[in-house]
């Protein structure tokens, strides 16, 4: 599957931000987990959150939780990774990644190796 991250941009501290990751080719969309993951520079990737390929589980990392929320339409093929409350750490490249298999694991969702496909990233940046 090819994923395409878009929606980046620069907003103030305190600002939203809806980022979104459209896929293409590859087997039905359906079938995949997806997540999406944060770099910033100098620093690992870093995992934000993920769903499972029916959106009913959802994991977030404990520095977004409560300000971001990861959804999905299937029908259209897109995840959506909606950021609020933003801070200047937020800054980052975001990823959006696919898991072949659908269902994810507590304790492998927040793994970079779990995941079988990244797009490429698309920048946030929050000004203080």
């Known amino acids: 599957v090819q994923l395409q991250a878009s929606g980046g941009g620069l907003v103030q501290q305190g600002g939203s931000l809806r980022l979104t990751c459209a896929a293409a080719s590859g087997r039905t969309f359906n079938s995949y987990a997806m997540a999406w993951f944060r770099q910033a520079p100098g620093k690992e990737r870093e995992f934000v959150a993920a769903i499972s390929w029916d959106g009913g589980s959802t994991y977030y990392g404990g520095s977004v939780k409560g300000r971001f929320t990861i959804s999905r339409d299937n029908a259209k093929k897109m995840v959506y990774l909606e950021m609020n409350s933003l801070k200047s750490e937020d800054t980052a490249v975001y990823y959006c990644?696919?898991?072949?298999?659908?269902?994810?694991?507590?304790?492998?969702?927040?793994?970079?190796?779990?995941?079988?496909?990244w797009g490429q990233g698309t920048q946030v940046t929050v000004s203080s």
């Open positions: 990644a696919a898991d072949n298999y659908g269902v994810l694991g507590a304790e492998t969702v927040f793994l970079r190796d779990e995941y079988d496909y």
